[in-house]
Nanobody, 120 residues
Framework: QVQLVESGGGLVQAGGSLRLSCAAS????MGWFRQAPGKEREFVAA????????YTADSVKGRFTIFRDNAKNTVYLQMNSLKAEDTAIYYC?????????????????WGQGTQVTVSS
């Protein structure tokens, strides 16, 4: 059973920064998704198993960075210049695939979610 443990969410003012982390019980391709109130879950960023390739959604490109520490099987999402519209529950996901993916169906395991609230 793969376990994903997320941390780092919280309340921050617009323009501020937060770093989310997700520790996995193994080596996987990892992704971050988010779901805002009343909206469908959407892709944020993904990182290949090796960490050599990343893909970031246009809505957060230039503000969010995904990176990983393979020695710790942990992926991070550094979020800078946060906006009110970034408010959402952020989910970490892990998939047994070689490359990154922005599709939910490619991920087999999901974290419990962590709330990020950006006040304007």
């Amino acid at each position: 059973q793969v376990q994903l443990v997320e941390s780092g969410g919280g309340l921050v003012q617009a323009g501020g920064s937060l770093r989310l982390s997700c520790a996995a019980s193994g080596s996987y391709t990892m992704g971050w998704f988010r779901q805002a109130p009343g909206k469908e879950r959407e892709f944020v960023a993904a990182n290949s198993r090796t960490g050599m390739s990343t893909y970031t959604a246009d809505s957060v490109k230039g503000r969010f960075t995904i990176f990983r520490d393979n020695a710790k099987n942990t992926v991070y999402l550094q979020m800078n210049s946060l906006k009110a519209e970034d408010t959402a529950i952020y989910y970490c996901a892990a998939g047994d695939l070689l490359y990154y993916s922005n599709f939910e169906r490619d991920y087999d395991y999901w974290g419990q979610g962590t709330q990020v609230t950006v006040s304007s």
